[in-house]
């Protein structure tokens, strides 16, 4: 009799999941295997069938001045981005937690920038920094300074691009961390005051490493996100001036669908793959062991 | 010190509303006069300018479809995983956990091949179909299922119920916070999912509002006539601005109570 | 709970019924078979200028669709497809192409011939057999044709066909006490004028190095050499011959020495915004902004050849018709028949008076409405007489990335990078790209 129950159980327990099981064979688990496969060929316009090549595309590849310039740039990126915007969602749940007048409107200004699609965001942001007639150079020429041509320099246009991505993530991770401090058990602050510990060591002590889970979670999101950047960048800079905007997941749409370089397309996916596996794993070991679980 | 940091608090907010401001400011202001004079002009040339009205459609359906395909995915899943013993539990549970890590925008080149071997190219189903499966709303709901006291099962199970039955009237009805967070993260993102709709779609009957707005701001006076790309901007983000501050109480208190640790 | 559901519900309906209300969205074919009745062709078109263009492509289908035109009994329509600028089209086509989903016609660059060779038919036989169309192709500019033949067969037909001119704005000039009439001729005039015509608030001249920008580069590549910037086989390119780097020099000292250029990298759509808002008093574009600068400058403004260095030279420029090889013959013939009624003269005049591309046929110019339109707005026919001057535009294997390389080299050096080391570089990349082709 238990057998078959436990034949039963089996058997419910996989057709409940056969629906996600479907499309994650489809969309997620396929996908990156033939990836890995087609990164071994060469495959752009001038073949006409995919060659094997072994590992030539990798060597080729890591040799591409363009490929390793998104590379940097993504790093620089994920620093510019992650810590920033993490950091500044917790500031602002500390500050729209207290009691004050305009406390749920300074909250919809933070968060509004969440829900607008990043593509509109782009637009917004692409008139904001374009040369003389755009918002910031307005009001540059309005106090007397010289205008700025903010995406058409190597030297500033990955910076206004991380400036956009915190002013529109801050708003998600500071709800997270505003749902977290108010989960904290007030009698451990309360605690904490008594022993008379400064508002400084109060936060440090007690109420920080509360937050560990929202800070891994946040920390982990921002970090997804700053390989999945690209909306950005069709928009408004196409990965220029001269790659300096340039990042992983661009450079894969542009091999994959300008140059129709599907060999490059392939390796680079599976570094991107690569990274996202490392970042997570590393994530979840190192913070592993500081997270405070009530 | 209060004071201060209330007033800190001011200017960050008015710079945190600045784009926006800027929008609305463009949006209404007349291009053919000098300085600023308020018209509604842009508005009605940007809607006569491309089929917005397509194009929500098509983001409603897409929205609302995924959403659809999304809750029955993860609950059906998410109990499984929650209540049930059954063989490569494990390893099935990692394997979801690798489409945490692994978003799909990243695998926009195999993925678009296998459209293509479905023969599905510039279909609404092609933009849904690889957002069918949520490894983030099996993972959240999991929590809020084990989180459900075994007892209610049983005592359902003494009554009778199948699994199923089980499944719709304890579980489900006790989840619904986690199932309004799942709910607004899900519409939000897909409406604004961008990069993957403009390369699998090609015509106007398929194109979501993200999509038609970047052809739309192209296609327009040399590309920089901001007065109407302004205004085609706000069609995209008003009805997600209404949305948010319709709710922005449920979202907020949802997800302290879906208990995202 | 209730309340909001109840407002959805409403939210929902609105836009239901606004998208009901809506023009009716052009209908597609739904796959390459024509049904028993009619012919629906799938037109991939791209707009790289400003202007209301595509009203006026759908003004055309409208036209064409009632024409009646009939191949093999079957009534011949036309749906256009806006698919974005070139480089967008271009994916857009491949992206087609490989899903199985061909378009039937498409409108790309006539130098996008090599990087789509084997997915389009020679169009040899459909002249051959048809006395108008020999006529038509006779018709052309010759200079036209350039770019659409190769390995002795006709690949293409041009449609908006263009040269890059220089605009000037005749108000600032009478201001900097220049004579409106006499716009700089040579590259060091430009320079000299530009520094009259650049104080707080305006600029001299301004180039774009975006999206085209590579076609600009050309420009001043073939005034400062004898000959062209690749083999007329396309598998090779010439990036770092000494003319080559004179030419970028000169771009970038308009800013970094002569100050008459704005600092940075300029997008090619802010460059006319920039002229019709009186940012800039000169620039170089392609004539197919000139409507959309006639239509929303006020100011008086001229257009003229572009100035010359050790020669007087513009490339061509624009987009051809292009016929796909995955459709049936019928289609196929029907999309020819399409493209022969677009370029009939009257047609093609009339398309260059809404746009500034420059009339393709000859004998657009012998028409009334050319000719008057021509008389009255005499800056129309500065790009036509400077087909004189044009050479082949850069057309190579692997378009898609020799345009990347030369774009990375043009911005580099505008952001400060060394002429000598980027273009070296650039000459490098490009060998390395096109080796497979040898």
């Not at chain 3, 559901?5 to 836009?15: E, H, P």
């Not at chain 3, 041009?158 to 900097?176: C, G, H, W």
């Not at chain 3, 490339?315 to 013939?333: A, H, L, M, V």
Request: aromatic residues 14%.
């Amino acid at each position: 009799m238990r057998r078959s129950n436990i034949v039963k159980e089996n058997l419910t327990a996989w057709v409940f999941l056969l629906p996600s099981l479907i499309f994650l064979v489809m969309f997620t688990l396929y996908p990156i295997l033939s990836t890995f496969i087609s990164s071994f060929y060469k495959s752009d316009l001038s073949t006409i069938e995919p060659i094997f090549i072994g590992f030539d595309n990798y060597t080729i590849m890591m040799k591409d001045e363009v490929f390793r310039k998104a590379f940097i740039n993504n790093v620089w990126f994920t620093i510019g981005t992650v810590p920033t915007s993490v950091c500044l969602g917790l500031l602002l749940a500390i500050l729209v937690n207290r009691t004050f007048v305009g406390k749920a409107l300074s909250r919809v200004f933070f968060f509004y920038p969440v829900v607008i699609p990043m593509v509109a965001v782009s637009f917004i942001w692409l008139f904001f920094y374009t040369p003389d007639y755009g918002m910031i150079n307005s009001i540059l020429k309005l106090i007397g300074f010289e205008e700025l041509n903010l995406l058409g320099n190597s030297d500033t246009a990955l910076l206004s691009i991380i400036m956009m991505v915190i002013w529109k993530e801050a708003g998600f991770f500071m709800i997270f961390y505003l749902a977290a401090l108010q989960n904290i058990p007030k009698d451990l602050i309360e605690a904490a005051r008594m022993d008379g510990a400064s508002k400084w060591r109060q936060f440090r002590s007690v109420i920080f490493p509360l937050l560990m889970p929202t800070t891994l979670f946040s920390t982990i999101i921002a970090t997804t996100n700053a390989f999945k950047t690209v909306d950005q960048l069709v928009v408004m800079t196409q990965g220029g001036p001269n790659n300096a905007s340039n990042l992983l997941l661009y450079y894969i749409y542009e091999n994959t669908f300008r140059f129709m370089d599907y060999g490059r397309a392939a390796t680079v996916t599976v570094i991107v793959l690569m990274i996202m596996v490392s970042i997570a794993a590393i994530q979840f070991f190192t913070t592993d062991k500081k997270i405070h679980y009530s | 010190m209060n004071r201060l940091i209330s007033i800190s608090t001011y200017i960050l907010a008015l710079l945190w509303a600045l784009p926006f401001l800027g929008i609305v400011y463009m949006a209404f202001k007349d291009a053919s006069e000098q300085g600023y004079s308020l018209t509604f002009r842009n508005f009605i040339d940007a809607w006569n300018a491309a089929p917005f009205g397509q194009y929500y459609l098509n983001t409603i359906i897409i929205v609302i479809a995924i959403l659809c395909v999304q809750l029955i995915t993860i609950t059906l899943a998410a109990y499984a995983f929650a209540r049930m013993n059954f063989v490569a539990k494990g390893f099935t549970f990692m394997l979801i956990l690798i489409q945490i890590m692994i978003p799909s925008d990243v695998l926009i080149f195999p993925n678009s091949n296998t459209i293509a071997q479905l023969g599905i190219y510039d279909t609404k189903l092609a933009i849904t179909i690889p957002y069918f499966i949520s490894a983030f709303g099996i993972f959240l709901l999991r929590q809020t299922f084990k989180g459900i006291p075994y007892e209610l099962e049983e005592a359902a199970k003494m009554e009778g119920c199948n699994r199923l039955q089980i499944i719709r009237n304890v579980y489900i009805p006790l989840a619904k916070p986690t199932y309004l967070a799942f709910g607004l993260i899900s519409v939000s993102t897909q409406w604004s999912n961008f990069l993957w709709p403009l390369i699998i779609t090609d015509s106007d009957e398929n194109r979501p509002l993200t999509v038609g707005l970047s052809m739309f701001a192209k296609a327009s006076d040399s590309g920089a006539q901001w007065g109407i790309v302004c205004a085609g901007t706000l069609f995209i983000i008003f009805p997600l601005l209404l949305a948010f501050l319709l709710f922005q109480k449920q979202f907020v208190s949802s997800f302290m109570q879906s208990g995202i640790k | 709970m209730k309340r909001i559901s109840i407002l959805l519900s409403v939210i929902v309906l609105m836009f239901g019924i606004l998208a009901g209300c809506s023009s009716s969205a052009s209908e597609r074919s739904g796959d390459a078979d024509s049904n028993s009745e009619t012919i629906d062709l799938t037109w991939y078109y791209p707009v790289n200028v400003g202007g209301a263009i595509t009203e006026v492509i759908d003004q055309y289908a409208k036209d064409f669709n009632h024409a009646g035109i009939k191949v093999n009994g079957k009534k011949v329509s036309v749906t256009p497809v806006y698919s974005g600028n070139y480089d967008e089209t271009m994916t857009k086509v491949q992206t087609a192409i490989k899903n199985g989903k061909s378009p039937d016609l498409s409108v790309q660059l006539s130098v996008d011939l090599f990087q789509i060779k084997n997915s389009i038919i020679p169009l040899d036989d459909f002249i051959k057999n048809d006395s108008e169309a020999q006529e038509m192709v006779d018709d052309f500019f010759p200079g036209f044709m350039k770019n659409a033949q190769t390995d002795g067969k006709t690949w293409s037909i041009p449609f908006q066909r263009s040269t890059v001119i220089l605009y000037y704005n005749k108000d600032m000039f009478k201001e900097a006490g220049l004579d409106p009439e006499a716009p700089p001729t040579t590259w060091e005039e430009v320079i000299e004028y530009g520094k009259k015509l650049t104080k707080k608030g305006q600029w001299g001249i301004e180039l774009p190095a975006t999206v085209s920008g590579y076609w600009i580069y050309q420009a001043l590549y073939l005034q400062n050499s004898e000959s062209n910037m690749m083999s007329d086989d396309g598998k090779e390119v010439y990036l770092n011959t000494d003319e080559a780097k004179e030419a970028l020099q000169y771009w970038v000292d308009l800013n970094n020495k002569h100050k008459i250029m704005p600092e940075g990298v300029l997008d090619w759509s802010t460059v006319p915004t920039d002229f019709i808002e009186g940012k800039t008093a000169m620039m170089l574009s392609t004539t197919g902004n000139l409507t959309n600068v006639k239509n929303n400058a006020n100011f008086d403004f001229g257009v003229a050849f572009l100035p010359g260095n050790k020669r007087v030279a513009t490339p061509t420029g624009g987009g051809n018709f292009y016929i796909f090889k995955d459709t049936s013959e019928e289609r196929q013939q029907a999309a020819f028949e399409f493209i022969k009624w677009i370029t009939e003269p009257t047609r093609a005049a009339e398309w260059s008076m809404n746009t500034g591309y420059i009339a393709t046929r000859q004998s657009s110019y012998e028409t009334e409405a050319l000719k008057e339109y021509v008389g009255a707005f005499p800056q129309a026919k500065v790009a036509m007489e400077q087909i004189e001057f044009a050479n082949k535009e850069i057309s190579v294997y692997e378009q898609g990335k020799i345009q990347k390389i030369i774009h990375d080299a043009l911005q580099a050096a505008i952001n400060g990078a060394d002429v000598n080391e980027t273009l070296d570089k650039a000459q490098a990349e490009a060998e390395a790209t096109l080796k497979a082709y040898q």
